[in-house]
């Protein structure tokens, strides 16, 4: 089975937990592309990938427009969080998010962007909007790699960081970076398993993604999802959602 | 096949029109390519020739590291890189990390292994005769390495853009190293993987051809000199 999924599901260290499980379970064989939600999305497309696991829904739900999908579910969510060096230079922390982004582009702190259209992307970019940062300054560093190596970026170069809650406390052990701001009303960063439409992408495996899907759906794969960094990290990395409907998430 | 026309349509564009993005990766690969090479240049020719005309101990050790540097895995090059300029690193007061001084460096380690052992080959390969006859006519140490260099330049050039050729195409330790920052160490390997990631075929491939076009006019350059210097 081919699998899509976002660098944030990999570098968290769930994305082999679930493979190694599903394995186990089902006797497949899992091949993961893993990039940004836009890649892929558009590996999806093209038909390279028989499912997929993504955290951007704008770019979900016109791929669903499109006819791309044939169902897409929620399976699971956490947040986003602003990290930084722990002296916090540009003093953004007790501020809400709009107010710490507008600090940190005054003081001219080091800020590291993915700039590569993932889902993390899209959400540091809304906000930027919000601030109305239109220019790229040169404190605004666009790093170019997936979440974990941009959280060693911003780690090495004392940088602010939109990251996900679990890729950040997943690799928070090596890196040099504090959680600054935890945004109310959360941030929400919501992962959804879409499936692809048979006409549109004939060379996808739809009963291979259909069973990826309903394993992550289980009462087996949801338990893996809420347990998984609980032991290392004392707080679960991601909240296993399946059933839940995306607007009545806390 | 849409999607290929599509993007070589747009490649075609983005090369016309000069786009920055273009333009900055493409000078931050010649900056520090250009850099490495030359510093292995600079430390790698002499050496070379020092191991290839040079009779003393531990020369064959010497030559045997040169020659196995000539196939060092770029990945292990940047671990190895990474893990000293990190700022928990040995020489993590540098600050080094995501840094063109990074790309240079990693590149540098790939590029001068090559140099030394082709440039050693180079001065063995002229004929032994012309040693001895130099020694003969009373030509200095110095005088004889001068001329034997100035021989065997041909092959010493080629060595260079052999070891220039490796590096500005490698993406490994680059990206280890040195990240992939916009508008500073994102150079035309690390850039084309991105915009790949991206699904921006277009921009992918105009990387692709500037970078293809910087090998062959390098290529080209060195055959003129070789054919022109060739005795007729």
Redesign the interface.
């Known amino acids: 089975m081919r699998l899509g999924v976002t660098t944030t599901v990999q570098d968290s260290g769930l994305l082999d937990a679930l493979v190694a499980d599903f394995e186990r379970r089902s006797g497949r064989k899992v091949r993961a592309s893993v ?2 939600t ?2 892929v999305l ?1 590996l999806a497309r ?1 038909g390279d990938v028989d499912v997929v696991l993504v955290h951007e829904p704008a770019q979900e739900l016109e791929f669903m427009r499109d006819g791309y999908g044939a169902q897409r579910v929620l399976v699971m969510y956490n947040d986003f969080v602003l990290v930084g060096p722990p002296g916090d230079p540009a003093r953004v922390k007790g501020r809400t998010i709009v107010d710490a982004f507008r600090a940190i582009a005054e003081s001219g702190a080091t800020f590291i962007s993915r ?3 993932s889902g993390t992307d899209v959400t540091e970019k809304s906000i930027w909007a919000r601030v109305g940062l239109r220019t790229r300054p040169p404190w605004y ?5 997936g979440q974990g ?1 941009s959280l060693v ?1 911003a ?3 004392r940088g602010y960081m939109i990251t996900d809650r679990g890729t950040f406390f997943g690799r928070s052990a090596t890196l ?1 970076l504090v959680l600054i701001v935890e945004p109310l009303p959360r941030l929400p960063n919501v992962y959804h398993a879409i499936t692809l439409d048979p006409t549109k992408v004939p060379a996808a495996d739809r009963v291979a993604a259909d069973s990826f899907v309903a394993y992550l759906l289980s009462p087996g794969g949801q338990q893996l999802i809420g347990g998984f960094g609980r032991d290392r990290f004392g707080t679960p990395l991601f909240i296993p959602a399946a059933g839940l409907a995306e607007g009545s998430l806390p | 096949m849409e999607l290929i026309f599509e993007g070589l349509r747009e490649a075609v564009a983005r090369i016309l029109t000069l786009d920055r993005d273009l333009l900055e990766a493409a000078s931050a690969s010649l900056v520090t390519s250009g850099s490495a090479t030359s510093l292995s240049v600079v430390t790698g020719v002499p050496l070379g020739a020092a191991l290839g005309l040079g009779r003393f101990r531990g020369r064959g050790l010497l030559l045997a590291l040169a020659n196995t540097g000539m196939g060092l895995p770029p990945v292990a090059v940047g671990l190895f890189v990474a893990v000293f300029i990190w700022r928990s690193g040995p020489a993590g007061q540098l600050e080094w990390f995501c840094t063109r001084q990074a790309i240079i460096t990693a590149q540098y380690l790939l590029a001068a292994p090559t140099i030394v052992g082709l440039t050693a080959v180079a001065v063995q390969s002229i004929d032994p005769m012309m040693r001895l006859q130099l020694t003969a006519l009373g030509a200095t140490r110095l005088q004889s390495i001068a001329l034997l260099m100035r021989e065997s330049r041909l092959l010493i050039l080629t060595a260079v853009m052999a070891g220039f050729g490796a590096v500005i195409s490698e993406i490994g330790a680059s990206l280890m190293v040195g990240c992939n920052i916009k508008g500073d160490t994102r150079i035309l390997t690390t850039a084309i993987a991105l915009e790949t990631s991206k699904g921006e075929f277009g921009a992918a491939f105009a990387l692709a051809f500037v970078l293809l076009g910087i090998i062959f006019a390098l290529n080209a350059l060195t055959t003129w000199a070789q054919q022109r210097a060739r005795p007729q």
């Open positions: 990039q940004g836009g890649a558009s093209r700039g590569d259209r560093v666009e790093s170019g790699v190596q970026v780690s090495e170069r040099d």
